[in-house]
């Protein structure tokens, strides 16, 4: 002979999301009553565009992981210009960075900091370098 499963029973059906303590019921998930959970970030899968240079050039492209900081890093003893640039065409068209119209990412001394948060699948970006004098190290990475 079969048991009968009495409501309220002892359960949570398939088709609900809850969580509750042990010998406790379940609760239901909702805005007021999130999972009581965190996301865990995995490190970028995104390779960083790195190198150092001599003489002016164009490095890149750097293809980024989607909403995540992308991180410029420019070393060494040098002189002149460095702008990160941007291109949705595969790099046939590199737009420097603006914000209200006005360059962004155009660096004239040594930097470490986020540069640039992409959220566009196919963009990816590339370091136009003007030489002057001395050595560039540089880093595109996320």
């Known amino acids: 002979m079969m048991a009968e499963v009495e409501v309220p029973a002892g359960f949570v059906p398939q088709y609900a999301v809850a969580f509750g303590a042990v010998d406790a019921p379940a609760v239901a998930v909702h805005d007021d009553n999130p999972l009581p959970v965190r996301p865990v970030r ?27 900081p992308i991180w410029l890093t420019l070393s060494g003893d ?56 001395g050595t560039l190290t540089y880093r595109v990475a996320q």
């Open 42 to 68: 995995r490190p970028a899968a995104s390779t960083p565009l790195a190198g150092t240079m001599m003489a002016s050039g164009l490095a890149g492209p750097f293809t980024p992981e989607l909403d995540r």
């Open 78 to 133: 040098w002189s002149g210009a460095v702008e990160l640039l941007r291109s949705v065409d595969g790099g046939a068209t590199a737009l420097p960075l603006t914000a209200a119209g006005a360059r962004w990412g155009r660096f004239t001394a040594n930097a470490n900091e986020a540069v640039a948060d992409e959220s566009e699948v196919g963009a990816t970006f590339y370091l136009s370098v003007t030489l002057v004098a």
